[in-house]
């Protein structure tokens, strides 16, 4: 048997990069969205500062500002 086979896989990551510019992981991101109520992708910018270099991330960024909103309000 292979290592894989006699140990469980890890879990990834879930304190992904959202944005490499900035410096700026997935749970300092939502964090600031949340408390700042940074509900566009223009306020989670100004809170952040995630999506002001390249501009690579822009979709995981507005992906992660929706999902903020949709655990706020509900």
């Known amino acids: 048997m292979t290592a894989t086979q006699d140990q469980p896989v890890a879990a990834a990551p879930r304190d992904k990069a959202v944005c490499l510019c900035?410096?700026?992981?997935?749970?300092?991101?939502?964090?600031?969205?949340?408390?700042?109520?940074?509900?566009?992708?223009?306020?989670?910018?100004?809170?952040?500062?995630?999506?002001?270099?390249?501009?690579?991330?822009?979709?995981?960024v507005e992906m992660l500002v929706a999902k903020a909103k949709a655990e706020a309000s509900a």
């Open 22 to 60: 900035g410096n700026v992981r997935t749970s300092e991101f939502m964090a600031k969205v949340t408390e700042h109520q940074a509900f566009t992708v223009d306020h989670a910018r100004e809170v952040t500062g995630a999506n002001t270099g390249c501009g690579a991330c822009y979709e995981t």
